[in-house]
């Protein structure tokens, strides 16, 4: 965990000693600023003063001596801050300074251990995902010391730019001081070249040094050094840490200098590294500074002018306009607007809320949880401090980092996109080293893999996004997404109707609508697998919200206004579909049993469109899949009316269309009687959100604002179970559903259309689980080719160590 723990240097240092150094090399300045550094770290990391609490005492001292830094002051005012500095630790403690080394060594041991739990140090992984019952080791070293005299010295090197991954030295040295100081910034370090001007032995035998580390890891080092009296010595050295850029040109260098093979150059870049590679990127030059900040929930730059109404977003993307979404939280109704803005911002909610989740689906840059705002819709402002920010006014949101800016900060594209969306051909000669070096990896892995990568679409353009990025096939089109915004009122007439032939008009029409998009979709996946999922939430979300409209009707009468006829119907029909816990309620197939027309509906289109789509010369692979099953008797009776439908269709059209029935996983009692319910289907699709909600019987809405973030906090869990898989208990009950499934059917066309298939993580568990493919947004799809790729080798590796 680099930087994320605590040092202490120069250990056993006490005014004796250092008066002895100072004999012994005749050199005030070295003895007393040993002292002195020992005492601050001392007091810093063991004691847990703030640093400010001795800027307070040696400040004077910088303005007597009319110096900047105490770096900068001569041995008698470096010995009169340390004694200061002691002073401030015993006031502080109210204990006598620890002069013995084995005292103060003992106290610093354990310093290091408490560091473990620090802040950063917990945040940091949670970031990196390491287990908080890991532990550290702490690390006793002899001192040698680069601040005594002036040929000596300490630097940082790394054997490749960690930058950019070019081949050479880079680092930085700093002479006549310790490492801290370059690794905290406190002076301002020369480049590593600086150092043969000083010292060319010891910059050569620097440089042989660092060929030997590197052809021995076989991978970029990162080194720290010092220079004590003309002589090199290495205090330490590590795999370097590199931005996603470096990582992927390192990998194929590496490969063509001999060093590794391209299984191990899988293994050395990550799909969430070429994730952050195909996100537009700010200016960083730009100058412009940050308004605030909030949770990191989709990477990516974006700036448009801040709407609050997804009906305005929507509005003025038509007429050219760039928009920035605003809200408190999003929710389904938003989607129009989602898909209109450039990006969205809220004052609620975290990395797996509902805004975060689409916008990463969408490829759409995310800020939310900025607390420090206030979204005040009825006035169209919203408020950070004493800044207010109008609809119109132009912001810039960085989805990386969290950061949101007050007007316009110029974006660089991401050339990474334009290749994977096929717009770059990596052999041309406009192609990067890095475009070259990420195709090579790219097409190594879709050799390489064994699970399929499909994606999760609903409407034709987001299907050619999927194709295009290299999607094998549809594995999740939710019908629902076709009925929110403009066709919202189809849904909510449907509910509404009192006869039957209401009802059967306002189907006819759905039905329209659904075959439209099921042939645009059918062409653009032409040869390849869609799976269109029948309506799953509950009919209360195409309506009203309870809420809102009861307090419209409350307001109106209070007024004495007449309430319409429509209003009242509608309350009444809120009334009716409310429920307390929708998730567990009249939803998926539950749906399909008491409105069977629905359901019906939604297969004549389906198949309908697809003969269609077959007769205009396409290669059509349909695949209907039913939701939220539970039992082998409900399965088998929707199966039963979706076939006599279909096999209606298909006899009338005189075509034999083949359209395969399956099953979503997503309830704990589907996983654990698989291998009942494998009698009646084509296929098994786990949806893990459900299932993990189910499983750990709570609501992701509810608890991403409420208890989670606290859970996430004390580390009661490593992270977030809707960003990646738990795998312990919702992966245990894919494991058994997969085990018995093939228990019965060895061939049982088995995956997963969860939000987990584009997590990385989750798609190594999904590989070892033996599925067949993952489904994820069209955005994530290079990614889960890339992951798919590395869960193969190092499940190689695993075994080949066992």
């Not at 019952?133 to 601040?147: I, S, W």
Request: net charge negative.
């Amino acid at each position: 965990m680099p930087g994320m723990m605590e040092t202490v240097l120069n250990v056993g240092m006490s005014a004796d000693v250092a008066a002895r150094m100072e004999a012994m090399t005749g050199d005030a300045r070295f003895a007393w600023d040993s002292y002195r550094r020992f005492i601050e770290m001392f007091g810093k990391t063991v004691c847990d003063i703030p640093m400010h609490d001795f800027h307070k005492v040696s400040d004077p001292i910088l303005k007597r001596d009319n110096v900047t830094a105490v770096a900068d002051l001569q041995g008698p005012a470096l010995r009169e801050v340390g004694d200061l500095f002691v002073g401030v630790i015993e006031k502080h403690t109210g204990q006598a300074f620890p002069w013995t080394a084995r005292d103060q060594l003992l106290q610093a041991v354990e310093a290091v251990f408490h560091s473990w739990n620090s802040e950063r140090a917990q945040l940091y992984r949670r970031r990196e995902r390491i287990p908080a019952d890991l532990g550290t080791a702490v690390n006793v070293q002899m001192m040698v010391f680069g601040n005594i005299g002036e040929t000596s010295g300490t630097g940082v090197c790394f054997t490749r730019d960690p930058s950019t991954g070019h081949p050479g030295a880079y680092g930085d040295y700093l002479p006549r001081a310790q490492g801290e100081d370059v690794v905290n910034g406190s002076r301002n370090a020369f480049p590593l070249t600086h150092l043969k001007t000083l010292n060319e032995p010891a910059f050569n035998q620097l440089q042989s040094i660092m060929d030997k580390l590197e052809a021995h890891y076989k991978d970029m080092c990162d080194i720290e050094f010092t220079v004590e009296s003309g002589s090199l010595w290495i205090l330490q050295t590590r795999v370097g840490k590199r931005t996603a850029e470096a990582a992927f040109q390192i990998a194929t260098q590496l490969v063509d200098e001999g060093a590794i093979d391209m299984n191990e150059a899988l293994k050395r870049v990550t799909g969430d590294q070429l994730g952050n590679l195909m996100f537009p990127q700010f200016d960083k030059s730009s100058g412009i500074k940050e308004l605030t900040r909030g949770i990191a929930a989709s990477p990516g730059a974006a700036v448009g002018q801040v709407v609050f109404d997804p009906r305005v977003a929507m509005d003025w993307a038509l007429t050219g306009k760039k928009v920035i979404l605003v809200r408190r939280e999003t929710n389904p109704d938003d989607l129009g607007g989602m898909v209109a803005a450039q990006g969205i911002l809220t004052s609620r909610g975290g990395k797996t809320s509902h805004a975060a989740v689409v916008a990463r689906g969408m490829g759409r840059a995310a800020v939310c949880g900025t607390d420090s705002i206030e979204v005040i819709n009825d006035e169209q402002i919203f408020k950070c401090g004493d800044i207010v920010v109008k609809q119109g006014d132009w912001i810039s949101i960085d989805g990386s980092n969290g950061a949101v800016y007050l007007g316009e900060v110029p974006v660089v594209p991401s050339a990474v996109t334009e290749y994977v969306q096929g717009h770059l051909d990596a052999a041309s000669p406009a192609a990067s080293t890095l475009i070259k070096s990420i195709d090579r990896i790219l097409t190594y892995a879709d050799k390489t893999r064994r699970m399929h990568v499909r994606a999760n679409a609903d409407t034709p353009e987001d299907s050619d996004v999927a194709r295009r990025m290299g999607a094998q096939g549809i594995g999740l089109t939710r019908t629902e997404h076709m009925f929110l915004g403009e066709r919202r009122h189809l849904v909510e007439a449907l509910i509404l109707a009192e006869t039957d032939d209401e009802r059967h008009k306002w189907i006819a029409e759905m039905e329209v609508l659904q075959y439209e998009d099921f042939v645009g979709i059918f062409k653009v996946m032409t040869g390849l697998p869609v799976t269109v999922r029948l309506l799953d939430p509950p009919l209360h979300e195409f309506l009203t919200d309870k809420g809102e409209l009861g307090t419209k009707i409350a307001l109106q009468e209070a007024r004495g206004e007449k309430v319409s006829d429509y209003d009242l119907k509608l309350a009444r029909a809120v009334n009716r579909l409310h429920e307390s816990n929708p998730m567990m309620g009249l939803r998926g197939v539950r749906l399909g049993v008491l409105i069977p027309e629905l359901f019906t509906m939604q297969v004549r289109a389906l198949a309908r469109a697809a003969i269609e789509v077959k007769r205009q010369g396409f290669d059509v692979i349909p695949e209907v899949m039913i939701p939220l099953v539970a039992s082998q008797r409900e399965l088998l009776y929707f199966r039963n009316s979706l076939e006599e439908e279909i096999h209606r269709v298909m006899a009338e059209a005189k075509s034999d269309i083949h359209i395969s029935i399956g099953s979503m996983i997503e309830t704990p009692r589907a996983a654990i009687t698989a291998a009942k319910l494998a009698d009646y289907s084509d296929f098994f699709s786990f949806g893990t959100n459900d299932l993990t909600q189910l499983t750990w019987a709570f609501s992701r809405d509810d608890v991403e604002s409420s208890f989670l973030p606290r859970y996430l906090d004390l580390e009661l869990l490593p992270f977030s179970p809707f960003e990646s898989l738990d795998q312990d208990g919702v992966g245990l009950l894919v494991k058994i559903a997969c085990k018995e499934t093939r228990s019965v059917v060895p061939n049982m066309k088995l995956g997963v259309c969860g939000e987990h298939g584009g997590d990385p993580r989750s798609i190594h568990f999904f590989h070892e689980a033996g599925l067949d493919y993952v489904s994820c947004s069209p955005f994530r799809v290079p990614v889960a080719r890339l992951e798919a790729a590395r869960a193969v080798v190092m499940a190689d590796s695993v075994s080949s160590t066992a």
